[in-house]
């Protein structure tokens, strides 16, 4: 399992490597949160390891178990940030500088005639009434 969580890392390092070299903002923070994340569920595997092994010499079924288990999880969780990193979205590729918009308005469209439509009435603006309990200010 450990093997397994390692590869995920790898990967994903490389996932990185290619987006800081690719000077992608964007997706190096987000390749790097899965990164560290995986990372941290290695080192605890790597440390439920020792503790499955002590359980086993001592013959304690039941905390080898429980140590067994933690280590499939923390390889199930590094799996799914391996998967999350591959869905990291990497900045939008934009142009810097001056931009130009052109309009084309269809010479043959019908003018809207207005008439129909009710004017707007106007919104009366009320003035606050003064504060009473501002002592003077």
Known sequence: MLARMDQASGTVRRQLEAARAARDVVKTLCLNDKLSQIDVATRTG???????????????????GHEFTVISELRRRAEQLSAEANQCIGEEVAFVGQTQVTVQVDPNLPETDTSGFPTPEPIPIFTPPPCVSCNGQ
């Not at 020792?50 to 905390?63: F, G, I, M, P």
Request: hydrophobic share 40%; proline share 0%; glycine share 0%.
């Open 46 to 64: 790597r440390d439920r390891q020792a503790s499955l092994q002590a359980a086993v010499q001592r013959n304690d079924a039941e905390l080898a």
